[in-house]
């Protein structure tokens, strides 16, 4: 069945019509006609085809222009984007034919190009035409550019309008019904696939920023299949643990080496509800937390696991618990401290007394005399409780660290005997005094011994020994006053050596230790001008040496 056109064909070719006008120029007008309609489809599938998220908008109009002009006097196209109630200069072909920069945006007062926009419509504006009765804000620049005419076309998509394409020629060009139809499907086609590109992009964007949010974050996320599988990880995990991204899917249970029957992975599968539960993993604490994941049908598809490393805060609760616990102690021991001294006081002033009466060959003397002695020794246990119980702040005066060594040996130097720990002294009897706290030296010495006991008492020797020793001596012209304290116990392993003066840093058990000892201690050291050493062998034993220098007098 033959349709209109081409019987109107039949008829330019064989009928009435072609016995008035030459067979040949019809013919030829016949061909530029079919030329010109499959030029028109070839540029909007070339449209169609090659617009995608990573395609250059001046290369498309570059493409455009190219096939347009094949068809039509064209000598400039613009694109024109519509976003917050701008309408802005995007892209202009060719580059050179610049009047405004892009970005421009015309102001809606007296502008065409408003004007075709807010119409929805095409709009066909010649630029000297009589009888114009508004002066656009365009004229100047189109003139300029030696722009005679120009096609306005809104690019709408959805019924929505996203733009304006400008078509522009430097003679006044007449296009037919079937031109205006062709350049409408142009701007559509162009609408559609600019849309697209915009969603695209924000999908692309939004997916980025999730990504880099997800890796980002310092704890770690893994995002675990019902079955166990791990789907994703974060850049917090492979920091931790080293994990084959190219091999067979990873079992969450195995690489945090969890029992399942004790997984909150599993019980939050169960329930559909997160779950919070404190592990171990790594000689570190951690908090897990599993958040069930759902789809549109409220299917449970996965669960997002979130792990959280409390370590540090877990040490400083238990350092926080620990110093109320010493605080209650000290107040307590400063307590009675105080109602020990009345009847001590009496034992000793009675002791003096019979000891007075009495002869030394006399049998009850030397009775009366290990009561006399047990009496001191209790006072000055007493005295040293009290001197450790003190809260006011220390004052720096002329002190001996030797009497420090023997107030902390006074506290815990039956304790060493009782492990069985040999204890050497060797304390210079002439060592110079030095300007500082002997409460604070004593804390110093007491955190080394402490150290050095619980060293001795995880080697497992049969002989453990501990020395503790004084001297000075002058280096680079200034004086300094020594204290090391040494063990043979278990001694510290060479990559622990630079960490074990950080603050809540420590090589025993959970909580066996806060890590804060020797953190405070040398931070005592560096108040009284001095710092801390330390020499150890692995398995060998440990030397800790307290520097501090002698003020000048």
Known sequence: MRTNDQVEMIHRLTGVQSSKKSYYTELKKTVRE?????????????????????????EMLKNIFGKLNKIFSVKRISLFSYEEGNLTLSNVYPSHSTYFQKGYAPPKEHSIYWRAFESRNYLFYQINKKEEEILYVEKQALTELDIQCVLLLPLICKEKAIGLLSVGSQQVVQYDQSDITFFRQLGDQLAVCISNARLYNEAYTSKKEWEETFRAVSDMIFLVNIKGEIIRYNDAVTELMDLDKEGAPLDFHQVLKLERNESPFEEAILTRKPVHKQIHFNMRVCELHSYPVFNDQQELYSVIVYLNDITE????????????KLAAIGEMAAGVAHELNNPLTAILGNAQLLLRNVKEEDRTFQLLKDIHQCGKRCKSIIQNLLTFSRQEEYLFQQCSVNEAVDQVLGLIGDQLKKQHIFLTKQLDPHLPLIDGSVQQIGQVILNLLINAKDALEECGRPKKE??????????EGEKWVYLSVEDNGIGIHPHSLQEIFNPFFTMKSLGKGTGLGLSVSLGIAEAHGGTISVHSVLDEGSIFTLKIPIKAD
């Open 34 to 58: 079919l030329k010109k309609r499959n030029m028109q489809l070839e540029i909007i599938n070339d449209v169609t085809k090659s617009f995608n998220i990573d395609m250059s908008m001046d």
């Open 313 to 324: 805060k877990s040490q400083i609760e238990m350092h926080l618990l620990q110093s109320g």
């Open 466 to 475: 501990m020395i503790i020793r004084s001297f000075s001596c002058i280096e």
